[in-house]
């Protein structure tokens, strides 16, 4: 069974900075896109980044120049740098592995939580 564990989030002041990181288990991460996914409370799970087996990368319109996706496949991770913080990016941050056609086929764990102060 594959299961990814997100860690590194916290709490940051706008403008600052912060990288999430998550391991997989039971999977090699180079076989996978991998995806972010965020939820802020009271509010649906959103796509923020995608990465495909074979490099590309996807980022939504709000975090794109601010976030920047990569993957270790050495070490099996997957990262998100976050740059350039705001409010709007307080939320859980969640890691999954994708199908073929994109969709997130893992376990959404307990995330990660990110919170972004004035």
């Known amino acids: 069974q594959v299961q990814l564990g997100a860690f590194g989030g916290g709490s940051v002041q706008a403008a600052g900075s912060l990288k999430l990181s998550c391991v997989l288990f039971?999977?090699?991460?180079?076989?996978?896109?991998m995806a972010w996914y965020r939820q802020a409370v009271d509010q649906e799970r959103e796509l923020v980044s995608t990465i495909s087996r074979d490099g590309v990368t996807t980022y939504s319109d709000s975090v794109k120049g601010r976030f920047t996706i990569s993957r270790d496949n050495a070490k099996n991770m997957l990262f998100l740098q976050m740059n350039n913080l705001k409010l709007e990016d307080t939320a859980a941050y969640y890691c999954?592995?994708?199908?073929?056609?994109?969709?997130?086929?893992?376990?959404w764990g307990q995330g990660t939580q990110v919170t972004v102060s004035s």
């Open positions: 039971g999977a090699v991460v180079s076989d996978y896109g």
């Open positions: 999954a592995a994708l199908t073929r056609s994109g969709t997130p086929f893992t376990d």
